[in-house]
Every structure is written in C-alpha cells, then in structure tokens.
C-alpha cells in the first residue's frame, strides 16, 4: 500500500507526540507520586530544621500559638513540642485541649505504625501511618530537637494525593487535546510542506515518459527549492539531449534508408540493363558475325544486316541516355530550371514534331485549346513528361482511334491529360506501370521498342516538381495525367 509523503510526516508526528504523552502518563501516575512525597519530606525536614533552630535558645515563648508565626512551615503541617522536664506544650494548635489529644493521638498512631516511610536515627523518624479515628493517612515526622524537646509535626496524605489527581486530569485533558491539536496541525503543515514534494513527483513521471513541458516551481530557497532548480535544469538538458539525439537518428536512418535505396536501385539497374542490353547485343553480335563470315550473298542482304546491326546500337544508345536522366533526376543530379512558359503553344510544337509517328499509326490527334496557359515549371524536363506520354498514346491506341489532349483547371493547377482510344491496362498492371523496366504490354515490345524507362523519367520528373501525376482507366481507353503549377511560385 503506498503512503505519502504527507501522511508518513503525520503519522510520525502523532507517533512521537504519543510516546511523549503516554511517558508523560507513566511519570505522572508512577514517579510524580514519588517526587511529591520527597518534597513532603523535605518540607518536615526544613520545619524541623526551624524549630530546633529557634528552641536552641532560650524559649521566650509562654504562648504556644506564637510558634505558627516563627517557625518555617511551608505545608502548614500540625508541630507540636513537648518540653520532657517542664512538662510544656509548645503547638502551631492554639487549643490545648485539642493540642493535648492531637498529641495523644499522634504518639498512639505511631505507637500502631503501619509503614516506616524514612528515618534519621538519633534526631527524627519519618514514617506513614494511619488516624482510625479520622480514617485519614497522615506523613508523620517524630524526634527530640538538640536541647531534648520532642518534637511531632504531621501533614496529611490526602492533600498530596489529591494534588497528584488534579495534576494527572489536567495533564491528561490537555495531553489528548495537544494531540488533536497536533495532528490537525501536522496534517495541515505537512500539506503545504508536501506540496512541492508532489509537484516535484509529477513532474519526474512526466520527465520519465519524455514530457517536458512542465516546470517545477521555486517556493523556496531550501533544499528543495534547489532540488526544483535542479530538476528544471536537468528536464532542459534532457530535452535538449533527447531533440538532438532525435535528429541526429533520423538523419541517421533517412541515411541508412537513403544507402539501402541506393544499393537496391543499384541492383535493379544492374539487373535490368544487363537484361535489356542482352537481346539487342545478341542481335549485333549475330548479325556482325554474319557479315563476317561472308553469309551475305549480295548487297541487299548486306545492307539489311548493317542496318539491324545500326538500328540495335542506336536503341541501346538512347537506353542509356535515358537510364543516365533517370538516374540524375532520382539521385538529385538535376537542379530545376522553374520559369514561366505558355503551354499551349508548348504542347502544339511537341504534337507537330511526332506527326510522322502519329501518321504512321492513323490516328487521329484532337487538341482544342486555344486560350494561352501560362504555368510555372522546368521546360525542358515537362517536354520529356509529355513527350513520353504523347509517344506512349501513339504505341498503344487502337487502329484509327482517337488521342485527346486537354485541360483541367483546380486550385491554381492545370493539369494535362492525354488520352489514347485503345485497351485498358490490367488492374494489377496500374500500381506498376511507372516501375523501371516495366512493360505491361509483353508482346509488342520489340515492335514497340520501348524499354520501359518513359514512365519512370515521367514520375521521377513529377516528383522533383512536386506535382500529381499518375493514370487511370475509363471506358473508351486509357488516359494519363500530370500536374503543373499555374500560380506564381
């Protein structure tokens, strides 16, 4: 079970008032019964010590009750003294009748002592007895002083035993409300005493789950005043510490994910080149030997295999310039160039320089824009986007079908659309087909000459640009897309 901080100090509190209650109790009801009763004694002591020193003298004293004014009596105890030879009384009792039976009684109670409380043997005894008469219990002191007189001087129990109850309920009454008060007090105390304690744990579990936006207060200049300071200034070099520590492991894994992508992308570059090359060096490699083994009966046959052997060379050619863009635009090679140009007049120049293609493949290419476009980009990089996607339209729409070229207008973008009449793409092929190498069209590929790379320079370029781009089917074919900034930057 926990207990805090604020009732332990309590507990301990009321704990040690307790024990010094109940040893308090223990002295009042077991020694203070003790120290009362030496002090009993010393009081008889210092009225005996009185008179034998006034009845060392001469005693001018012919009345008795002149003794009451003379001697020390400071319990104001019954003295009596009796002169052996004259046969006098001397008493602090002006009576002498009562003098005389206090006398009788005196010397028969101590006649029929009941217990021996302390004697000086040869002056005085001190003893405990107790009047039958009065049914009371009296401390009697009983000797001869220095000249011979005997001497009785009596004090009653009663009067000390009642003292020591008084004590006792008053101790007690006061003990149990010290302890209330106390306690109440404690409680109180120890809450403001706490308070920064409590705050201090708090703000150490939120520390412990790295939350430091909560500051301990300063109350004091104390230990724990120091200890808040101490805490806040840790909680900042934690924070610090623990932001650069941050930092530093995400730059440490957008490293180790930037090597990871690299080497894969090193690996899949490798594996496709290696693939894509293989059939058009197989295919020079053949024709080559061909021509040099004499295979070639006449010129015509010649020619046609030199031109295999050229045509080959020059597709590998253009594979590698286009792995080598792709490439600078996926490793940050190419710095944007972003200007304003018209995208009307743009897109009419690239449709004119591939209507020898469009020809080729009697389709019909539909572009009614006519209004300028002004948008924000890097010219030459969207020429390769749109190009890649006008020539990919030309490839694979149908025989006499369309390709639509226009417009979309939102949030300050244009975006280009090219459509091509024709199959739609296999849904499992869509998420692919901007894949390095990809070919979702298998067997068109030496007819087509694609290799695959078009779509990646398109959505390498996008990215850099920071723009959609991407290609979905409708009904009729299939149509490709991208996004420019018509805003100014």
């Known amino acids: ?181 106390g306690a109440v007090f404690i409680l109180f105390f120890s809450n403001i005493f706490s308070w920064p304690i409590r705050i201090l744990s708090n703000n150490a579990k939120k520390m412990a789950n790295l939350d430091f936006s909560v500051k301990a207060p300063v109350v004091a200049k104390d230990e724990i005043g120091e200890l808040a300071i101490s805490m806040n200034t840790m909680s900042e070099k934690l924070e610090r510490t623990i932001s650069e520590l941050k930092r530093a492991n995400i730059e440490l894994s957008r490293d180790i994910e930037e090597k990871t992508q690299i080497d894969e992308m090193r690996r899949e570059f490798l594996s496709h080149v290696s693939h894509e090359l293989k059939t058009p060096i197989a295919l020079i490699q053949g024709y080559a030997e061909g021509l040099k083994d004499d295979m070639c009966e006449d010129e015509e046959s010649r020619a046609f295999y030199t031109e295999v052997i050229l045509d080959e060379a020059m597709k590998m050619n253009t594979m590698v310039k286009r792995l080598l863009t792709l490439n600078e635009i996926e490793f940050g090679g190419v710095k944007l160039n972003i200007e304003q140009f018209e995208l009307v007049g743009f897109i009419k120049e690239i449709i004119a320089a591939k209507s020898i293609l469009v020809g080729e493949s009697g389709a019909e290419i539909i572009f009614q824009e006519s209004s300028p476009v002004n948008v924000w980009a890097d010219e030459y990089m969207i020429e390769e986007v749109f190009t890649n996607y006008l020539v990919n339209a030309i490839h694979y729409v149908k025989k006499e079908g369309q390709i639509r070229v226009y417009f979309e207008r939102y949030q300050g973008l244009v975006r280009v659309n090219v459509f091509n009449e024709g199959e739609n793409i296999p849904q499992e092929d869509i998420n692919k087909i901007y894949n390095k190498f990809y070919k979702a069209d298998k067997a068109r590929t030496r007819e087509y000459g694609g290799n695959g790379i078009g779509l990646s320079i398109v959505a390498a370029t996008m990215a850099a640009h920071g723009k959609a781009y991407g290609v979905y089917n409708v009904p009729e074919g299939v149509v490709f897309y991208f996004d420019l900034d018509a805003n100014l930057p």
Request: aromatic fraction near 10%; charged fraction near 20%.
């Open 1 to 181: 079970m926990k207990i805090s901080i604020r009732m332990k100090i309590t507990l301990m509190v009321v704990v040690f008032s307790a024990f010094v209650v109940t040893a308090s109790w223990f002295i009042c009801n077991f020694i203070i019964g003790d120290i009362f009763t030496t002090n009993l004694k010393t009081n008889l002591r210092i009225t005996y010590s009185s008179c034998n020193e006034i009845f060392q003298k001469e005693v001018p004293y012919t009345d008795s009750g002149d003794l009451y004014g003379q001697i020390k009596n400071p319990l104001e105890a019954i003295v009596i003294i009796y002169d052996p030879i004259e046969r006098r009384l001397f008493s602090t009792i002006n009576d002498e009748s009562q003098m005389m039976e206090s006398m009788n009684q005196i010397i028969d109670t101590l006649n029929k002592s009941q217990s021996e409380v302390d004697s000086n043997p040869g002056e005085y005894t001190i003893k405990r007895s107790h009047d039958v008469l009065m049914n009371a219990d009296y401390y009697d002191l009983i000797g001869k002083l220095d000249n011979g007189y005997i001497i009785v001087i009596r004090t009653p129990i009663a009067q000390i035993e009642g003292l020591i109850v008084i004590v006792n309920d008053v101790f007690n009454t006061v003990a149990v409300g010290l302890i209330i008060f």
